[in-house]
T-cell receptor
Framework: NAGVTQTPKFRILKIGQSMTLQCTQD?????MYWYRQDPGMGLKLIYY???????DKGEVPNGYNVSRSTTEDFPLRLELAAPSQTSVYFC??????????????FGEGSWLTVV | DQQVKQNSPSLSVQEGRISILNCDYT??????FLWYKKYPAEGPTFLIS?????DKNEDGRFTVFLNKSAKHLSLHIVPSQPGDSAVYFC??????FGSGTQLTVLP
């Protein structure tokens, strides 16, 4: 039972490069999320999706793009990487928030450094 | 406007005692709150949730209390164990996280 799988786990990018963080879940969850966590801070929502073909901005979407072509996959694209995007990124998935028995599952995190 | 606040960055308790972690929120009539535990270099783990139609929810050693008039929720861990040492986050609707409280349970 894989749960939520994120790749890569670690990556160093140069300023101005682009990359995609991959996220896959095998629980048939309709909701998926991307968060970032800076040192000493809580998680901040970047983008989320309530189902295939539907995405919406969170609190800190600038510099990122997402797509949700399938239920399982929710990649996060960084265009023109900047040092401010140095962070730990977490992908998560769940059924409907607030629904009885709902649990949210997180990936193990992706450590990204932009130099 | 920070909608969820955890004002205590750290908390130390003795093993076997109660740990109480606090969270304040704003701008909610009907809502859904969650608590997570996070170990270093791992993703958060969901612990327990509460809907704003309830005042209390229990799951084993974990109980969450919701005081709607004060816009305050708390997580009680009884009895505390050394393995509970982690950072605890409160969250509203899987959208807005507090900054976390580092709990240390001393043996």
């Amino acid at each position: 039972n894989a749960g939520v799988t994120q790749t890569p786990k670690f990556r160093i990018l140069k300023i101005g490069q682009s990359m995609t963080l991959q996220c896959t879940q095998d629980m048939n969850h309709n909701y998926m999320y991307w968060y970032r966590q800076d040192p000493g801070m809580g998680l901040k929502l970047i983008y989320y999706s309530v189902g295939a073909g539907i995405t919406d901005k969170g609190e800190v979407p600038n510099g990122y793009n997402v797509s949700r072509s399938t239920t399982e996959d929710f990649p996060l694209r960084l265009e023109l990487a900047a040092p401010s995007q140095t962070s730990v990124y977490f992908c998560a998935s769940s059924f409907i928030p607030g629904a009885r028995g709902n649990t949210i599952y997180f990936g193990e995190g992706s450590w990204l450094t932009v130099v | 406007d920070q909608q969820v606040k955890q004002n205590s960055p750290s908390l130390s308790v003795q093993e076997g005692r109660i740990s109480i972690l606090n969270c304040d929120y704003t701008n909610s009539m009907f809502d859904y709150f969650l608590w997570y535990k996070k170990y270093p270099a791992e993703g958060p783990t969901f612990l327990i949730s509460i809907s704003s139609i309830k005042d209390k929810n229990e799951d084993g050693r974990f109980t969450v209390f919701l005081n709607k008039s004060a816009k305050h929720l708390s997580l009680h861990i009884v009895p505390s164990q050394p393995g509970d040492s982690a950072v605890y986050f409160c969250d509203k609707r899987q959208l807005t996280f507090g900054s976390g409280t580092q709990l240390t349970v001393l043996p």
